[in-house]
C-alpha cells in the first residue's frame, strides 16, 4: 500500500493533520488529526510501498511497546487512512 501523494500533512495551531492538495473547497468534517505516533509513520512511509510490518516494526523501533500493541496501532492507523480514502 502506499499514501496517496495528493494528501499533505499541515500543521495548524499545533495540531497535525491531512488536508487534500488542489481542493476546491474544504470539508472540514472530515480533518484527520495526527498524535505524535502517527505523525512518526506518516514521516516514515510518506511516498514509499509499505505493509503493515513496516509500520509495525518502526513503532516498536522508536517506541517502548510491544510488538502486539504496535501492530494493533499500526492496524488502527492504516484502517483510518483507509477509511478517509488516503492510502491508495
Known amino acids: 500500500m502506499k499514501i496517496n501523494p495528493n494528501y499533505k500533512m499541515r500543521e495548524v495551531c499545533g495540531e497535525h493533520i491531512i488536508l487534500m ?3 476546491k473547497s474544504g470539508d472540514l468534517t472530515r ?3 495526527f498524535n505524535e505516533s502517527s505523525l512518526l509513520l506518516w514521516e516514515k512511509l510518506y511516498g514509499k510501498d509499505f505493509e ?4 509495525t516494526a518502526l513503532l516498536t523501533e522508536t517506541y ?3 510488538e502486539a500493541t504496535a501492530q494493533h496501532d499500526a492496524e488502527q492507523w492504516i484502517e483510518t487512512l483507509k477509511s478517509n480514502g488516503i492510502i491508495l
Open 21 to 23: 492538495q488542489g481542493a
Open 31 to 33: 480533518l484527520v488529526s
Open 64 to 66: 517502548d511497546v510491544d
Open 52 to 55: 503493515l510490518a513496516d509500520a
